[in-house]
């Protein structure tokens, strides 16, 4: 609540207008409804972008990629901020209001509001996101025999 509010006066003294979806309390939430009430607002082209902050944020960020068209990250640094934008296009920013430390949030926050999309090879991948996102499910599922439930996948890119 604390860091919310002291986002909202630095945003609107930024001159950014806010739609204030809670919460309004210290009381605990639910952070999926939270997360809800922001990622349609942004999925339905109500707000441009969001910022959420929970914990972690990593639960806000899966619950806001539920919805589309919406691409959430967690963000703790300038670094994975600058790069969730120019690479991501990321539109919600989750931060982790727990671990943030006495790091300047406010300056993270106008860092990932004033950062452009750099397009290039990095919009042709925002496009293969959306079609997975259209389809919903992968296009060819993995036969049975060749899954191992218990063993992880991974792979690992070059930017």
């Keep these: 609540m604390k860091i919310k509010n002291r986002l909202v006066q630095s945003l609107t003294t930024a001159g950014y207008t806010i739609l204030d979806a809670g919460t309004h309390s210290d009381a605990a939430v639910d952070y999926p409804d939270i997360a809800m009430q922001v990622a349609a607002k942004v999925s339905a082209g109500q707000a441009d972008r969001g910022i959420l902050i929970c914990g972690t944020g990593i639960g806000m960020s899966i619950a806001a990629n539920?919805?589309?068209?919406?691409?959430a990250a967690s963000c703790y640094d300038e670094v994975m901020v600058e790069?969730?934008?120019?690479?991501?296009?990321v539109n919600i920013l989750c931060l982790p209001g727990d671990m943030i430390g006495d790091r300047p949030i406010d300056d993270l926050v106008l860092m990932w509001l004033q950062t452009d999309f750099d397009g290039g090879r990095h919009a042709v991948r925002i496009t293969k996101i959306s079609e997975l996102e259209r389809r919903g499910?992968?296009?060819?599922?993995?036969?049975?025999?060749?899954?191992?439930?218990?063993?992880?996948?991974?792979?690992s890119e070059s930017a």
């Design 83 to 89: 790069i969730s934008r120019r690479h991501n296009d």
């Design 66 to 71: 539920k919805f589309d068209g919406v691409r």
């Design 137 to 155: 499910t992968s296009p060819t599922p993995a036969s049975p025999s060749s899954q191992n439930s218990s063993s992880p996948a991974a792979s």
